[in-house]
C-alpha cells in the first residue's frame, strides 16, 4: 500500500485504541444501573476492559496489519522453529525411516542400527530395534 513503517505504526496504534474504547464504551453502556454507587463500577469495569483489549490488541493486530500492509496473503513467511533437538531440514541421504513404527529419523540421531540384506537399518529407540531384530523378516525395509 506504500506506507511507511512509521505511518503504519501510528495507523495500527490508532486501530487497535480505536477497538478497545469501542468495548470499553460497550461495557459502559450494557452494564447494569441499578444503584447510585454502580457508576463507580461500571466505568472501573471500562477502564479494565481497555486495558485488557489494549494487552491482548497490540501484540496480535500491529503484525497482521504489518504483514497486510506488506502484501503478504497467505500464512507468515518466517520459518517456525522446530522441535527442540531437531533438525529444520534434512535432506533424503540424511534421514532415514525406522521399519518398525515408521518415523523419519536423522541417521545421526538413531537409538541404534542392525544389519539386514545387506543393508543398514536405523531405528529411532532401541524398543524398535530390539523388535526387528527377533522378526527382522516381519517389517518391510524401504
Not at 470499553?24 to 472501573?44: E, Q
Not at 485488557?52 to 500492509?69: E, G
Not at 530390539?130 to 522378526?135: G, I, K, L, P, V
Amino acid at each position: 500500500m506504500g506506507l511507511s513503517a512509521r505511518a503504519a505504526a501510528w495507523l495500527s496504534a490508532v486501530i487497535y485504541t480505536g477497538i478497545a474504547l469501542a468495548l470499553a464504551s460497550a461495557f459502559v453502556l450494557l452494564a447494569p444501573r441499578s444503584a447510585p454507587g454502580d457508576a463507580v463500577a461500571r466505568y472501573g469495569g471500562a477502564a479494565w476492559v481497555f486495558l485488557l483489549a489494549m494487552i491482548v490488541l497490540m501484540p496480535t493486530f500491529a503484525p497482521l496489519l504489518r504483514r497486510w500492509l506488506s502484501g503478504a496473503r497467505g500464512p507468515s513467511q518466517r520459518a517456525l522453529p522446530s522441535a527442540v533437538g531437531a533438525p529444520a531440514a534434512v535432506s533424503e541421504a540424511e534421514s532415514a525411516r525406522d521399519p518398525v513404527c515408521g518415523m523419519v529419523i536423522t541417521r545421526d540421531s538413531a537409538a541404534g542400527t542392525s544389519q539386514h540384506a545387506g543393508r543398514t537399518v536405523y531405528f529411532c529407540s532401541l524398543g524398535c530395534k530390539r523388535r526387528f531384530d527377533e522378526a527382522p523378516d516381519q517389517f518391510p525395509l524401504d
